[in-house]
C-alpha cells in the first residue's frame, strides 16, 4: 500500500467532489429593472465616483453648459471630450466655445 502525500490527499479528495453548475443569472433583467428610484441611483453614482478619486459637481440640465465652462475655465481646460447628446445641442456646444 503506497502512502499518499497531503498534496496527492487533496487532489483526489477534489477529484471526488461532486459539481453541480450553478444556473446562471437573468442579467438582462438585473440591468433593465431599477430597484431603486432615480434619485438613489444617481446618489450611488456620486458616491462610487468620489470613491473612485473623481471630482462630482451637481448641476441641473439647464445649467449644465454654465457649470461645464466654469469649471473648465477654473482647471484652465483647453480640450474637452464630451458624449455625443451634448453634441447634439447647439446652444451647449455654443458655450463651450466660448
Known sequence: MSQLNPRE?????LRAARVEAL????APA?????????ATRVERLMLNMKNAMAE???SSEA???ECVARI????????????PELLS???????FAQ
Open 63 to 65: 445649467g449644465l453648459g
Open 23 to 26: 444556473p446562471c443569472p437573468d
Open 9 to 13: 490527499r487533496i487532489l483526489n479528495k
Open 89 to 95: 445641442d447647439e446652444a451647449l456646444c455654443a458655450q
Open 56 to 58: 462630482v459637481h451637481r
Open 72 to 83: 473648465c475655465a477654473e482647471k484652465q481646460v483647453m480640450l474637452l471630450a464630451v458624449g
Open 30 to 38: 438585473f440591468y433593465t429593472a431599477p430597484t431603486e428610484d432615480q
